[in-house]
């Protein structure tokens, strides 16, 4: 079976950019997490979903950040304008009960 | 103070080893714990989870949770060279599904 899949991989961007991120759970799973990892934070959760629906959306940084999940297979994080704090990797994970959630590759973001 | 702490190592071990990782907590509402792995530049891979105390084991993998001290364990029997990852605990409270996350201990085993 396919993981939780993640686009794009790789992205650099300059600063001010709009910058999106995308996820595709794994088909059957109800709940969808974003999280954020940095050496000096370690892993955050961002927001998450169930059932399409944002439960919890108090990890969100700032304004800047922007999470829809309009149907159960596809999930986009947007930053609109992007900084160079903003870099880091962008895990998507995704879960049927919400204990055992199943993390994608990842979107290492580079913002210059 | 952090809600989780974790060690950050790296912990260097020879292979064969019993390896013990270990996560300590604040908030004592805290039921579900979790062990991830990662590898360098991949997700991070679901281990093993407890619920509440007790122990639970899984193969080389032993996790425990002492809710009276406020720390979780995890130990690996036998370590091989392929355990070489950074290993994160997490937890959370019953009735959502938001864990916090240790900064990961950084385990080497030793050919």
């Known amino acids: 079976d396919a993981g939780v899949i993640q686009s794009p991989r790789h992205e650099v961007t300059e600063m001010g950019q709009e910058v999106t991120l995308r996820c595709k759970p794994i088909s059957g799973h109800n709940s969808l997490f974003w999280y954020r990892q940095t050496m000096m934070r370690g892993l955050e959760l961002l927001i998450y979903f169930n059932n399409n629906v944002p439960i919890d959306d108090s990890g969100m940084p700032e304004d800047r950040f922007s999470a829809k999940m309009p149907n159960a297979s596809f999930s986009t994080l947007k930053i609109q304008p992007s900084e160079p704090r903003d870099s880091a990797v962008y895990f998507c994970?995704?879960?049927?009960?919400?204990?055992?959630?199943?993390f994608g590759p990842g979107t290492r973001l580079t913002v210059t | 103070q952090k809600e989780v702490e974790q060690d950050p190592g790296p912990l260097s071990v020879p292979e064969g080893a019993i390896v013990s990782l270990n996560c300590t907590y604040s908030n004592s509402a805290f039921q579900y714990f979790m062990w991830y792995r990662q590898y360098s530049r991949k997700g991070p891979e679901l281990l093993m989870y407890t619920y509440s105390s007790g122990n639970k084991e899984d193969g080389r993998f032993t996790a425990q949770v002492d809710k009276s001290s406020k720390y979780i364990s995890l130990f690996i029997r036998d370590s091989q060279p392929s355990d070489s990852a950074t290993y994160l605990c997490?937890?959370?409270?019953?009735?959502?599904?938001?864990?916090?996350f240790g900064t990961g201990t950084r385990l080497k085993v030793l050919a």
């Open positions: 994970a995704s879960s049927v009960t919400g204990t055992e959630q199943y």
């Open positions: 997490a937890m959370r409270t019953s009735g959502t599904y938001k864990y916090i």
